[in-house]
């Protein structure tokens, strides 16, 4: 009876289109939580105050929900049909993350799992709760237990069917299912995602320091991209997706995801002078159903300058000059630092008719820092 349970679930899964379906007991995960006390008790969260606030919560399922038995984990596949590396090379256009390339995928999962809950409560009677990666549920470490994957030197759940690129949701229910074995790690030798990347975020393999990885820099980070990283982002405007690129299991992840996940031509590599004349209007238009809409115009186009600096394409100045006067400081100061990169003279001629009116001390920072 217990595996036609399983078995019915993930056929109903498979029809909603999710690429696997494993199940996991409510005990909290192995070495999860020690983990987690060591991350934050280092500062790696950065401004991820969400993290420390809820900490005890995300330790074990039973703390966000003490009637939970069961847990069914999910994944959704979005592999990419191209190489997702390949807009690096494209200095004057932006290189934005796969997963923010279409519809948010939390509003495509939570709607897939809500349906898959109801069916079955049809023929496993029971309260269910449903969680995508909004709620404090350690989703990675929980998958690895329910035999989805492992985590990775990348810290990000591998899969030896789908690779790295697996969306995660979880629903939790009152009913018994019997749990499958956790997967073990199969990275050996491998460390292509720890040395690839530009920041060098990874202190040591299966360990991350949120405060130098381009995501969290680029979405997460509410301030001016520190100095030290401004050169090493490149033209990554939201995202980065270079340890997951190279991960060799991607080898065996199949494309022709869900038609709701896949990439608009428009964010596949958007020209960078169209993205900087992005006013709040346009940008909600622009990424309207995007993930990215989350992160606000201002911090956007705080990017997408750090890209132009970064592009060597001198008519991109012009752009960058354009903001130098914009209301948002965070704008203002990248303005600078991109014009500085492209025409420092023009950037020095300018400097003290901006300074004179200057008020925000950040990007008077960025004026002395000429």
């Not at 997963?99 to 079955?120: C, E, W």
């Not at 049809?122 to 909004?134: K, L, M, N, S």
């Not at 956790?182 to 460390?191: I, K, L, M």
Request: net charge positive; hydrophobic share 45%; proline share 6%.
């Amino acid at each position: 009876m217990a595996l036609m349970l399983k078995e019915r679930i993930a056929k109903e899964a498979k029809h909603m289109g999710f690429a696997a379906v494993r199940f996991a007991s409510a005990d909290p995960p192995r070495r999860a939580g020690d983990a987690l006390d060591a991350f934050l008790a280092d500062g790696r969260h950065g401004d991820m105050a969400w993290l420390a606030a809820n900490a005890e919560r995300r330790k074990s399922p039973r703390a966000i929900w003490p009637d939970v038995k069961s847990i069914i984990m999910l994944g959704l596949s979005y592999a990419p049909d191209r190489d997702p590396l390949a807009a690096l090379a494209m200095r004057s256009r932006g290189a934005i993350s796969v997963y923010a390339q279409g519809t948010d995928y939390h509003d495509v999962i939570k709607s897939k799992l809500k349906t898959l809950a109801a069916r079955l409560q049809e023929f496993a009677p029971g309260d269910v709760r449903i969680f995508v990666d909004t709620a404090p549920v350690m989703e990675k470490p929980i998958a690895a237990k329910s035999g989805l994957g492992w985590q990775g030197k990348h810290t990000n759940l591998v899969s030896r069917d789908f690779g790295s690129w697996l969306f995660l949701g979880s629903i939790f229910t009152t009913a018994e299912i019997n749990p499958d074995a956790p997967e073990e790690d199969h990275c050996g030798a491998c460390r292509r995602c720890v040395d690839v990347c530009p920041t060098d975020a990874f202190p040591a393999p299966y360990q991350l320091d949120a405060r130098a990885c381009i995501s969290y820099l680029t979405i997460e980070n509410k301030g001016p991209i520190p100095r030290e990283f401004r050169k090493a982002m490149g033209n990554r405007i939201y995202g980065c997706d270079d340890c997951l690129a190279v991960c060799p299991w991607n080898k065996f992840a199949q494309t022709g995801h869900a038609a709701k996940l896949a990439a608009r031509d428009e964010l596949r590599a958007p020209h960078l002078a169209d993205l900087a004349r992005l006013d709040d209007a346009a940008f909600r238009k622009l990424f309207a159903k995007s993930p990215i809409k989350r992160t606000g115009r201002d911090r956007f186009v705080r990017n997408v300058l750090i890209a132009i600096g970064n592009s060597g394409d001198a008519s991109l100045a012009d752009a960058a000059e354009r903001l130098l006067g914009d209301p948002s400081p965070l704008v203002r100061g990248a303005a600078i630092w991109a014009l500085a990169q492209l025409d420092r003279a023009r950037a020095i001629e300018l400097a003290d008719t901006h300074r004179a009116q200057e008020k925000d001390s950040t990007v008077l920072e960025e004026w002395t820092a000429l």
